[in-house]
């Protein structure tokens, strides 16, 4: 008896290997579409939502830091990436807390205990004013 390379358990890869395939293609594919539309309704329910303007305390700031890394390609060079992304969080006079994406520079220049206006649509950072002691 000869060996098979498309008998047996050989036949059966090949047969469900383009069905795994197109599994994880129409996976892939949806979760790219459900992330466009939940950003497109976040976007939409932003523009309908009031700029508001209100009283605020700085309670805290932080960073969140993500590490890319390409393994060496036909050039045998590594590429390493870094994306950084800056979070303030204020306080408002009824104690409830929120937290927003801001800028580079603006997260700089906000400092933890600072109190102010601040200034907002929906989840969008639109602004802090401080107010001068």
Do not use: C
């Amino acid at each position: 008896m000869g060996y098979s390379s498309f008998g047996g358990f050989d036949g059966i890869m090949f047969s469900i290997m383009p069905l795994f395939m197109a599994v994880i293609f129409f996976i892939v594919i949806g979760m790219i579409i459900l992330t466009a539309v939940r950003g497109a309704k976040e976007w939409k329910s932003n523009n309908e939502s009031p700029v508001l303007t209100v009283e605020a305390v700085i309670v805290t700031k932080r960073v969140d830091v993500h590490h890319f890394h390409n393994d060496a390609g036909p050039d045998n060079i590594g590429h390493t990436s870094t994306s950084t992304t800056y979070y303030a969080t204020f306080e408002v006079p009824s104690g409830d807390r929120m937290e927003f994406r801001v800028g580079s520079r603006e997260y700089g220049m906000l400092v933890e205990g600072d109190a102010g206006k601040l200034t907002f649509q929906g989840t969008r950072y639109q602004g802090f004013e401080r107010i001068k002691d």
